[in-house]
């Protein structure tokens, strides 16, 4: 499941989503299907989701320990 995009669809900008998946142009199931992680989102809509939020596309799909410039704590010891 995409937490961070849920987090910030519902929280962040209190959308639905229906609301999302219009905005990208896609079914409201699709999205949902995408947001729990049943399909990928296509790097179009990644960056369609980067602009809607205004956060860079790692921040909104990658794992923490994985976002640029982050250092993993071996790293950081």
Same mark, same amino acid.
């Given at each position: ?6 987090? #910030?669809? @519902? ?12 905005? #990208?142009?896609?079914?409201? @199931?699709?999205?949902?299907?995408? %947001? ?12 369609? #989701?980067? @602009? ?9 799909? #990658? ?11 071996? %790293?950081?010891?």
């Amino acid at each position: 499941m995409q937490i961070k995009l849920y987090d #910030l669809r @519902k929280n962040y900008k209190h959308m639905t989503q229906g609301e999302v998946a219009k905005y #990208l142009g896609i079914t409201a @199931k699709t999205y949902r299907d995408k %947001e729990k992680g049943i399909y990928p989102f296509t790097q179009d809509e990644m960056f369609a #989701l980067s @602009k809607l939020f205004d956060l860079s596309i790692d921040t909104i799909f #990658l794992p923490r320990k994985f976002h640029i410039g982050s250092k993993s704590k071996e %790293e950081t010891k």
